[in-house]
């Protein structure tokens, strides 16, 4: 069956850095698009960052030019760099493989990322 397990996240101050991997199985990775997704206290899921397998990427307006996307179709991972990390990124971070945009795809079971002020 699918598998998405997330890993990576924790507790950093404003201004800190994490990194976020996300291994999958059970899917023909290198065909998914792979995204990241974040839900905080009380809010929607939404969509941080997303990337085809072309390679192609899409970003929050909210996080352009502090996050960056990518995969290693060899390892069957998709990772996300967050730096100048900010409170309101505090949020549990989910990773999503969906092969068109259409579908709903896989979900991970998420991993918290706090952001202290």
């Known amino acids: 069956q699918v598998q998405l397990v997330e890993s990576g996240g924790g507790l950093v101050q404003s201004g800190g850095s994490l990194r976020l991997s996300c291994a999958a199985s059970?899917?023909?990775?290198?065909?998914?698009?792979m995204g990241w997704y974040r839900q905080g206290p009380g809010q929607q899921r939404e969509l941080v960052a997303a990337?085809?397998?072309?390679?192609?990427?899409d970003y929050a307006d909210s996080v352009k030019g502090r996050f960056t996307i990518s995969r290693d179709n060899a390892k069957n991972t998709v990772s996300l760099q967050m730096n100048s990390l900010k409170p309101e990124d505090t949020a549990v971070y989910y990773c999503?493989?969906?092969?068109?945009?259409?579908?709903?795809?896989?979900w991970g079971q998420g991993t918290q990322v706090t952001v202290s002020s």
């Open positions: 999503n493989s969906r092969r068109y945009s259409s579908d709903p795809g896989y």
């Open positions: 059970g899917i023909i990775f290198r065909i998914y698009t």
């Open positions: 990337i085809t397998s072309g390679g192609s990427t």
